[in-house]
């Protein structure tokens, strides 16, 4: 039961400390990137039912009875992270990637031997470089998405 209690303290503190950091970010870029970011959180919700059937990975005990771990990690870290980077990288892609590669390994490899001693999560049939290969294609739909929004924009012309 005290593991049970930590996955909690633990998964709340992460939702609670991404989110303080989203007021820093600026109205005007949370308006910029949030269909992008909003379009790959929804992909993830879909991933996770695939993920799901395949047994890719699986969270044995979820952070709350209503909240799935994949929920968890997209409405905590995913969302205002995926914020920030492309706050700070947009217009750059290859520092983009270069960050998600940071994020995304030091999910994969820190964070996940972590939350397996919580026993929060446990990879399944997924390997650990096919989880990378996974978050980087997302990572460059998110881009490629925002790319099309402000190709978009551009063309319509100011409103």
């Known amino acids: 039961?005290?593991?049970?209690?930590?996955?909690?303290?633990?998964?709340?503190?992460?939702?609670?400390?991404?989110?303080?950091?989203?007021?820093?970010?600026?109205?005007?870029?949370?308006?910029?990137?949030?269909?992008?970011?909003g379009f790959i959180s929804v992909f993830i919700f879909i991933e996770s039912f695939v993920a799901k059937k395949f047994k890719w990975?699986?969270?044995?005990?979820?952070?709350?009875?209503?909240?799935?771990?994949?929920?968890?990690l997209v409405l905590g870290p995913f969302i205002p992270g995926s914020l920030w980077i492309m706050r700070l990288t947009y217009g750059r892609f290859g520092l983009y990637m270069l960050l998600n590669l940071i994020a995304d390994w030091l999910f994969i490899y820190p964070f996940q031997a972590m939350t397996k001693k919580l026993k929060m999560f446990q990879f399944g049939t997924v390997e650990k470089p096919q989880l990378l290969g996974i978050f980087l294609f997302k990572a460059v739909l998110m881009y490629g998405f925002q790319y099309f929004i402000d190709e978009k924009s551009n063309k319509e012309g100011p409103s």
Request: glycine share 6%; charged share 20%.
């Open 57 to 72: 990975w699986s969270f044995p005990r979820p952070p709350l009875r209503y909240l799935t771990g994949e929920m968890a």
């Open 1 to 37: 039961m005290k593991i049970f209690k930590e996955a909690k303290i633990f998964f709340g503190s992460m939702i609670v400390l991404s989110w303080l950091t989203v007021p820093f970010l600026g109205a005007k870029y949370i308006k910029k990137y949030k269909y992008a970011v």
